[in-house]
Every structure is written in C-alpha cells, then in structure tokens.
C-alpha cells in the first residue's frame, strides 16, 4: 500500500490499482500550494464530515474524476443537490466491501457540517482493511473511549490521527490514541494548515518518542509505502 499526503488530512492509498482519497482540502490550503489539483487521481473518495477543510474540493473532484464518494448518508443527500449522484452512503457503525477492500466507519468526537450550513450528519472515521494492510484514519476527534473497542477487536498496521490541537486532539492525546487502538505506527494529520492549529513538530515528535510509538510526519506531496 503506498500513502501520499496532500496535506491537512487530505492523503490518498494505492492499493490494488485504485486510488482511495481522503477529505480533500487542496486548493485552500496555502501550504499545499504546489500540489496541482488536475494531477489527483481517485476511484474513490472517502469523506469523514462535512467541514469545508475535508470537503473544499470535494465537489470538483467527484466531477472531474467522477470517483465513488463513500460518506454519510446525509453528506449523500448534498452531493445530491450538487449534483454529485455516484455515491456509496454509509453510517457509524457498518462495513461495505469494495474492490479495493473492506471499509468500516467508525465514531468520533467531533461536528459536522457543510460550509452553507447543511446538516451533515455526525462526524466519522474510517478503517480500511485491505488485502494485506489495516489502517485507521480517526477523522477529526478528540480523545475518547470508544478508541479502545478499536485497538480490543483490530489491530491496525497504521493509524492516521489528527495532532494540531484545538478542534482535534493534540500530538499527546494522540499518542494516547494509538496506544488505545494498539497501533505502533502513526502517520499526524491536521496541523499547521492555518492559525489554530499551528505545533511545534519536535514537540509532538517527543510526547510520541516517550509512549514508545513511532510519529511520521509527511511533507506534503510525499509518498510512503507501508
Ligand atoms: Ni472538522
Ligand atoms: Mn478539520
């Protein structure tokens, strides 16, 4: 499986010939300024809410590659009037096979909803178990309990979490998540982007170091094989 980052939270899997992206947030975010949108393939797109910093590029994408979105059902029903119609709808709770593999929402503590204000469900996280890989993207959440069924009934070999603080858990809390769902490796997500969320990465880097988990923090346009 590779993993490429385009900042924020936006990253994407290549597994088995598709290109799985996640909450696509490019052309507003001033740090991904040299990612060229038109280059960004996708099969499918995984949505976790509806908040404009995981969805600002959504709408364009799913025109432009007309990938399968896969989100909640009430994210389905905006898409719908922007119309957007290849979409799978799922919610907290239920699993779906894919081609590429099977994927899982899962709970988090977060908001959710679209930049005009349409309700957009609760707020989401994915597991993805592909043919030889199992990774859990939390989406945006703070730190909470439910965390802890993840890390008792899977074991994943890689976890995406937020880290900037702020509306998500902090690089400390986020340690603590990995512990919870039994992941030693975490890839940080959701910092930097803008103001609230601006760290200093050897901090975070250091709060990891002493739970024993290994923190990577990708550039933005890089990839890493997993
Ligand atoms: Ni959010
Ligand atoms: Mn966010």
């Known amino acids: 499986m590779k993993i490429t980052y385009y900042g924020h939270s936006c990253f994407s899997l290549l597994v088995s010939g598709k290109n799985i992206l996640f909450d696509?947030?490019?052309?507003?975010?001033?740090?991904?300024?040299?990612?060229?949108?038109?280059?960004?393939?996708?099969?499918?797109?995984?949505?976790?809410?509806?908040h404009d910093d995981h969805t600002a590029d959504l709408?364009?994408?799913?025109?432009?590659?007309?990938?399968?979105i896969v989100c909640n059902w009430e994210i389905m029903l905006w898409l719908h009037t922007q119309g957007i119609k290849n979409v799978h709808p799922m919610n907290v709770g239920g699993k779906v096979a894919f081609d590429f593999g099977i994927v899982k929402?899962?709970?988090?503590?977060?908001?959710?909803s679209m930049a005009d204000g349409t309700y957009a469900g609760i707020a989401a996280g994915f597991l993805v178990q592909t043919e030889n890989k199992l990774l859990y993207y939390s989406g945006d959440t703070g730190l909470n309990q439910?965390?802890?069924?993840?890390?008792?009934?899977?074991?994943?070999?890689?976890?995406?979490?937020?880290?900037?603080?702020?509306?998500?858990?902090d690089a400390g809390?986020?340690?603590?998540?990995?512990?919870?769902?039994?992941?030693?490796?975490?890839?940080?997500?959701?910092y930097d982007s803008f103001g609230y969320i601006q760290i200093n990465k050897k901090e975070a880097e250091k709060k990891f170091e002493n739970a024993g988990i290994k923190l990577t923090l990708l550039n933005i346009g890089e990839e890493i094989a997993i």
């Open 105 to 112: 929402m899962t709970i988090a503590s977060h908001s959710s």
């Open 59 to 68: 709408v364009y994408l799913a025109s432009r590659t007309n990938a399968k």
């Open 173 to 190: 809390d986020a340690a603590i998540a990995a512990g919870f769902v039994n992941c030693k490796h975490v890839i940080g997500l959701h």
């Open 24 to 50: 696509p947030f490019i052309r507003g975010n001033e740090l991904a300024r040299d990612i060229d949108i038109n280059n960004i393939e996708a099969d499918y797109i995984l949505v976790s809410h509806g």
């Open 146 to 169: 439910d965390m802890k069924l993840i890390g008792e009934m899977y074991k994943p070999d890689i976890a995406l979490l937020p880290i900037g603080d702020n509306f998500t858990m």
